[in-house]
C-alpha cells in the first residue's frame, strides 16, 4: 500500500516555464488537496477536488490548474512559472475530509529561478 | 490572514518539561485535526477531534477541543527529544482543510 505517492521529489524551473506536478493516491479516497507549504506560513490550500470530475479553488489557486479525471490521480500544472512559486508542494487524500484526517504525500521541492 | 492562529511559534524546552499548543480561531470547525511533520517529510495525522469539549489522549499527548468547536490545544506531558518536530493544527471548514502556521519543538536532551 503506497498511499499518496508525488513525483518528481525535485524540480528547479525557469521563469515562464510550465510543467506538472504529479499525485497518484491507491486508498480509494475521495478528497483531493493540494497546498504548498513556505517558512512561516504553514501549509496553504491551492486546490481540492471532493471526487471525480469535481474540483474548486483554496486560499492560493491563481497560477495553478487542476483537473481530476480519476479518482486515484489529480495532477497540478503550474502554468508559467514564476519566482514566487518557488515552494514546497504537498498533495493530501482523505476518505472523505472532515474528522477522517489526511494523509501527505512526501512533498515537491520546487525552485523557480 | 490566519484563519487559524497558532502559538507560540516556537518553543525550545529540556527533556522532561511539560508544554501546551494553542490553536484558536473566531470560526467553528466541524473538525480539528493536530498533525506532526518532521523535516524533508509530508505532515502525519495525530488525532482528530469532532465533538466541543472532547479530550483525546495519545500516550504522552493530549488534545482538547473547544465547547464552541473554535480553538484547541495540544498538551505534552514529559517532553522527549524524539517529540521534536513540526506541530500543526487543521480546522474542517466545509470541505476544506485550512492549517494554522505550525509550531515548531526542540526538545534538549
Known amino acids: 500500500n503506497a498511499g499518496v505517492t508525488q513525483t518528481p521529489k525535485f524540480q528547479v524551473l525557469k521563469t515562464g516555464q510550465s510543467m506538472t506536478l504529479q499525485c497518484a493516491q491507491d486508498m480509494n479516497h475521495e478528497y483531493m488537496s493540494w497546498y504548498r507549504q513556505d517558512p512561516g506560513m504553514g501549509l496553504r490550500l491551492i486546490h481540492y477536488s471532493v471526487g471525480a470530475g469535481i474540483t474548486d479553488q483554496g486560499e492560493v489557486p491563481n497560477g495553478y490548474n487542476v483537473s481530476r479525471s480519476t479518482t486515484e490521480d489529480f495532477p497540478l500544472r503550474l502554468l508559467s512559472a514564476a519566482p514566487s512559486q518557488t515552494s514546497v508542494y504537498f498533495c493530501?487524500?482523505?476518505?472523505?475530509?472532515?474528522?477522517?484526517?489526511?494523509?501527505f504525500g512526501s512533498g515537491t521541492r520546487l525552485t523557480v529561478v | 490572514t490566519q484563519l487559524l492562529e497558532q502559538s507560540p511559534q516556537f518553543l525550545s524546552i529540556q527533556e522532561g518539561e511539560n508544554l501546551t499548543v494553542y490553536c484558536n480561531s473566531s470560526?467553528?470547525?466541524?473538525?480539528l485535526q493536530w498533525y506532526r511533520q518532521e523535516p524533508g517529510e509530508g505532515p502525519v495525522l495525530l488525532v482528530t477531534?469532532?465533538?466541543?469539549?472532547e479530550v483525546k489522549k495519545l500516550k504522552r499527548l493530549t488534545f482538547q477541543f473547544g465547547d464552541a468547536r473554535k480553538d484547541s490545544s495540544l498538551h505534552i506531558t514529559a517532553a522527549q527529544p524524539g517529540d521534536t518536530g513540526l506541530y500543526l493544527c487543521?480546522?474542517?471548514?466545509?470541505?476544506?482543510?485550512?492549517f494554522g502556521a505550525g509550531t515548531i519543538l526542540r526538545v534538549k536532551s
Open positions: 477531534v469532532v465533538t466541543g469539549g
Open positions: 493530501a487524500s482523505s476518505y472523505a475530509g472532515g474528522a477522517y484526517g489526511y494523509t
Open positions: 470560526s467553528v470547525f466541524s473538525s
Open positions: 487543521a480546522g474542517a471548514h466545509g470541505n476544506k482543510l485550512v
